[in-house]
């Protein structure tokens, strides 16, 4: 089993900066790889973000140059942070953390975003 716990996230500005972080715990070592979707109000969840344990990074298209992905280790936990910077209105959204594991995968609870103009 594995457990995401996310935090950060909240209310900011057009062009205003947030970093969401997430930590995961349990049976990490099955983890291959990490990252961030996001769903807005009458869409799909969308991925954001992902890096891999060999530090490949990939990003939405809407995000490239805006947002960053990270990942350290403690011991047997995995933390993921997204910086996001400049953010835009089309960034509001509920940003789910996510591990992907050999057959299976686990989702955080799910953190809101707003960017206010």
């Known amino acids: 089993q594995v457990q995401l716990v996310e935090s950060g996230g909240g209310l900011v500005q057009t062009g205003g900066s947030l970093r969401l972080s997430c930590t995961a715990s349990?049976?990490?070592?099955?983890?291959?790889?990490m990252g961030w979707y996001r769903q807005a109000p009458g869409k799909h969840r969308e991925l954001v973000a992902r890096i891999t344990k060999s530090d490949f990074r990939d990003y939405a298209d809407s995000v490239k140059g805006r947002f960053t992905i990270s990942r350290s280790r403690d011991n047997a936990n995995i933390t993921v942070l997204l910086e996001m910077n400049n953010l835009k209105s089309e960034d509001t959204a509920v940003y789910f953390c996510?591990?992907?594991?050999?057959?299976?995968?686990?989702w955080g609870e799910g953190i809101q975003v707003i960017v206010s103009s």
């Open positions: 349990g049976t990490t070592f099955s983890i291959y790889a």
């Open positions: 996510h591990a992907d594991r050999i057959a299976t995968q686990d």
